[in-house]
């Protein structure tokens, strides 16, 4: 199975900031990485597919870069509502695995 | 729009098998090509995918499954295209397998000679305790 590391695990952040959050794979993939936004009682919603490509109606404040084995989702200026859990998930074989996530919360 | 609801007991017996149930909703769920996915998470833990089942515009080539090697000898997801539905049957259950259960559309993204999977729309989870 292809392992996944997210950094940092949590982040502590203010409304306005620009926040990174790093993906790293344990073999190379190309692009075929995903982010996902969880917040507790929702659905989750697809952010970035294919490493760069923002969902329809996703607000462009996100955007996903990399490739290969290391991968980022930068959310430009941090709106109250971004506050939640990220993954990343890998889709170059199955089974597909996600990252442990990352929770941005209020600083 | 397309929408996905999970339903099913949220307490379960050691030992005993799990049947949870994803209908879907403004639209048919026999059409795609699209992958059907179960995926689960368990507190505190990550994200762990369960395994897929396809559908096809095409019948003839709609069905055929995928399962997490991790769970291989104990998961079956099947098609109930009457009901718009896909099912999970999770079997011999532990303490471990208490998590919320997601079901989620896969669909593809096609660049060029590569294709990408990714999980487009998901149900808003149904949480499973497996204790006696």
Redesign the interface.
């Known amino acids: 199975d292809i392992q996944m590391t997210q950094s940092p695990s949590s982040l502590s952040a203010s409304v306005g900031d620009r926040v990174t959050i790093t993906c790293r794979t344990s073999q190379s993939i190309?692009?075929?990485l995903?982010w996902?936004q969880l917040k507790p009682?929702?659905?989750?919603?697809?952010l970035i597919?294919?490493a760069s490509?923002l969902?329809n109606g996703v607000p462009s404040r996100f955007s996903g870069g990399g490739s290969g084995t290391d991968f980022t989702l930068t959310i430009s200026s941090l709106r109250p509502e971004d506050f939640a859990t990220y993954?990343c998930?890998q889709?170059y074989n199955?089974?597909?695995?996600?990252?442990?996530?990352t929770t941005v919360d209020v600083k | 729009q397309v929408q996905l609801q999970e339903s099913g007991p949220g307490l379960v017996k050691p030992s005993e098998t799990l049947s949870l149930s994803c209908t879907v909703s403004g639209g048919a769920l026999n059409s795609g090509p699209y992958y059907w996915n179960w995926i689960r998470h368990p507190a505190g833990k990550g994200l762990e995918w369960i395994g897929r089942v396809y559908t096809h515009e095409n019948f003839k080539y709609s069905g055929g499954t995928t399962y997490n090697p991790s769970l291989n000898s104990r998961v079956s997801i099947s098609l109930d295209t009457s009901k718009n539905q896909f099912s999970l049957q999770l079997t011999s259950l532990t303490a471990a397998d208490t998590a919320t259960y997601y079901c989620a559309r896969g669909l593809q993204h096609i660049e060029g000679a590569t294709s990408v999977w990714f999980f487009d729309l998901w149900g808003r989870g149904t949480l499973v305790t497996v204790s006696s």
Do not use: V
């Open positions: 190309g692009h075929y995903n996902y009682g929702k659905a989750p919603n697809l597919y294919a490509h969902q993954f998930q889709s199955t089974p597909f695995t996600f990252g442990p996530g």
